[in-house]
């Protein structure tokens, strides 16, 4: 059958219709709202090419915990960036750090919004790489221990879930081992399975203040032209134990999103990470696109792809938006 027995616009004719037939739908329960932590007190400094993004000290991440959760949205990822850093990151594991002290701050202040922490060395390294160096080279196994520490101070401090970002090999297993060693059997792991050596990430390397003091991760995160490599990657990290599985970033990389979807039963997690985010807010603010429209079509279309959670640094604008 075809025209003009079939016309496709029929079902188009107004805004009920188009709700009855809608396939996609996003919506509060499928965001996770990334924050950055920094040391002192009433600090909310704005990052430059993140507009509407903070970093906050402990006390105002326990205001946005507060408010974020007002709005219905169930979680928030933390990142910690330290006042002082070192060869091995001490300050990662550190039981008074600048991330446990955020988390245990969001805790009481929202006890039912999800915590979740980021878990890497490079906020942490003076070097600003993920692990630890053996001459110029990130050092796998030495790692391993440091990262399963980290995950295991977060867990300590009270975070609900842990998400290791830093693409070692076996780190899932390491963290799983540790919590599991510890009491936080039930503490799930969100691996960032497949991350890409992105040019997205610019604007977070400058809020976390993590941009490598000399080379690249291209030794450790993904080749971008990587497909079947990201499924690999994302089997390994489900065989180690993850919970969740990550593809980050989210819109260059929706490919690997809905490959994972079609072979992996596990919820999906997409990072639409902070240059994807500057990419829209500069756009907007030039009065060249509606933001807030391409937002929200951004990441439908990566819920579309098989996102079932979606970290995006516009989760409150979203959320507010949204029908109640
Ligand atoms: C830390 C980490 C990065 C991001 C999340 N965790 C940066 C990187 O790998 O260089 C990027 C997030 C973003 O760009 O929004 N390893």
Known sequence: MSFPIVRMRRLRRSEPLRRLVRETHLRRDDLVLPLFAVEGRGVREPVASMPGVCRLSADQIAEEAKAVADLGIPAVILFGIPAAKDARGSGA????????????????????LVVMTDVCLCEYTDHGHCGLLDGDEVANDPSLARLAATALSHARAGADVVAPS?????????????????????????AYAAKFASAFYGPFREAAESTPAFGDRRGYQMDPPNQ????????????????????????????????AKRRFDVPLAAYHVSGEYAMLMAAAERGWIDGPRAMAETLLSIKRAGADLILTYAAKDVAARLPA
Do not use: C, H, N
């Not at 089997?235 to 999103?257: R, S």
């Open 228 to 259: 079947r490599e990201a499924l690999r990657e994302m089997a390994l990290d489900l065989a180690e134990g993850a919970d969740v599985l990550m593809v980050k970033p989210a819109l260059p990389y929706l490919d690997v999103l809905a490959e």
């Open 166 to 190: 830093d693409m070692m090999d076996g780190r899932v297993a390491a963290i799983r081992a540790a919590l599991d060693g510890a009491g936080f059997a039930s503490v799930p792991i969100v």
């Open 93 to 112: 594991d550190d039981p008074d750090g600048v991330v446990q002290r955020a988390v245990a701050a969001a805790k009481r202040a929202a006890p039912e």
